[in-house]
Structures are given as C-alpha cells and as structure tokens.
C-alpha cells in the first residue's frame, strides 16, 4: 500500500509542483529527453496497479517506487518506456520530490 494519496500526487504534477532531488535524478531525465511537462504527465498518470513498494528512511522522508509505461516524448511510432519512479511528497503534500526518474531494469 503506497504512502502518499496518489489524488495529491496527481494533483501536484498537473501543477507542475516537482522538484529533482539531485543532480543524478536530473541527469537521468534529460538523458531520457524528457521535459518537466512529461515527466509531470507520467506522475499525473500513475496507478495504484503500478505501486512497486515503500522506501522507509531515517533521516528524510519515506519514498513511494512505481514501475510504469509512459509513451516516450520523441516516440513517432507509440514506442513506450518502462520507467522505475521513486518520489516523496513535501510541503504539506503539495511538491513532488522525485528521487529517481529511469528505465526499470529487470
């Protein structure tokens, strides 16, 4: 059972409302070439059948993991990427903090 509402999740990235936590996580993105719309249209668009497991951590926030499909932005025949998402919310639930953002690897 995930952490966060996913009706906040969603409702912050349709806003726009996501920060990267780091350096890794940005670079992970933009070598997908996603934009910051994408990656919000992936949040805004995650289901609870796709909730991987809970990260529990001591000294920050706990962390939600997904592994999901998501068209990819340069796709100009439909082709998908199974991505792996791991995220936070902070600031009352109203930011995305995303932690990690990358092809799933199986």
């Known amino acids: 059972?995930?952490?966060?509402?996913?009706?906040?999740?969603?409702?912050?990235?349709?806003?726009l409302r996501?920060?990267?936590?780091?350096r890794k996580v940005m670079r992970d993105v933009a070598n997908?070439?996603?934009?910051?719309?994408d990656v919000a249209d992936?949040?805004?668009k995650l289901?609870?059948?796709?909730f991987s497991k809970s990260h529990f951590r001591q000294a920050a926030p706990d962390d939600d993991e997904y592994i999901?499909?998501?068209p990819r932005p340069d796709s100009q025949d439909g082709e998908t990427d199974q991505l792996y998402v791991k995220f936070c919310l902070?600031?009352?639930?109203?930011v995305v903090d995303l932690g990690s953002f990358h092809l799933a690897q199986f």
């Open 1 to 15: 059972m995930p952490i966060y509402d996913l009706n906040d999740v969603h409702a912050a990235a349709r806003q």
């Open 18 to 22: 996501i920060e990267y936590r780091g």
């Open 32 to 37: 997908l070439r996603y934009e910051l719309e």
């Open 42 to 44: 992936c949040l805004s």
């Open 47 to 50: 289901s609870e059948a796709e």
């Open 68 to 70: 999901c499909s998501h």
């Open 90 to 94: 902070i600031n009352n639930c109203l």
